[in-house]
């Protein structure tokens, strides 16, 4: 991985092999980002992503292995109990044009990843909402 920083805006390369989220907490750690969105794209070899049925307050995780072309990864960065937290959802397209995503979990590159980081100024810590069964913003 390599990435510059240009006043509030990152801009990053994630390489082949690596696997995404550790990136991101890299990144978000040694530039002390507290809050912040993410935009990428690229591709990824194998992904795992899950869905959140709130009448169980579980996550279902599906996990995918070959060829995808990342259609979108959008998320935040933030903090929980002033520690580092991110929230990323994904969705990748497959050589038929099947697309699949949801809360990224696991991913690893298998080309590329091109994120851009936007810095916010400012701190918004999550919760553990025990009526919804999520980390929720707290303000």
Excluded: Q
């Amino acid at each position: 991985m390599e990435y510059r920083k240009f006043g509030s805006t990152i801009v990053a390369r994630i390489d082949k092999g690596e696997e995404i989220l550790d990136k991101v907490k890299e990144i978000a750690l040694k530039e002390n980002i507290k809050l912040a969105n993410i935009n990428a794209l690229g591709a990824v070899s194998e992904f795992t992503v899950g869905v959140f049925k709130t009448d169980e307050k579980k996550y279902y995780s599906n996990e995918f292995k070959g060829y995808f072309e990342i259609v979108s990864l959008t998320g935040t960065i933030n903090t929980m109990n002033d520690e580092f937290y991110t929230h990323l959802h994904m969705s990748a397209g497959d050589d038929t044009g099947k697309v699949f995503g949801g809360h990224l979990n696991r991913a690893i590159v298998s080309a590329t990843c091109e994120m851009v980081i936007n810095i916010i100024d400012g701190r918004v810590d999550r919760y553990f909402d025990e009526e919804i069964g999520l980390n929720l913003f707290k303000f």
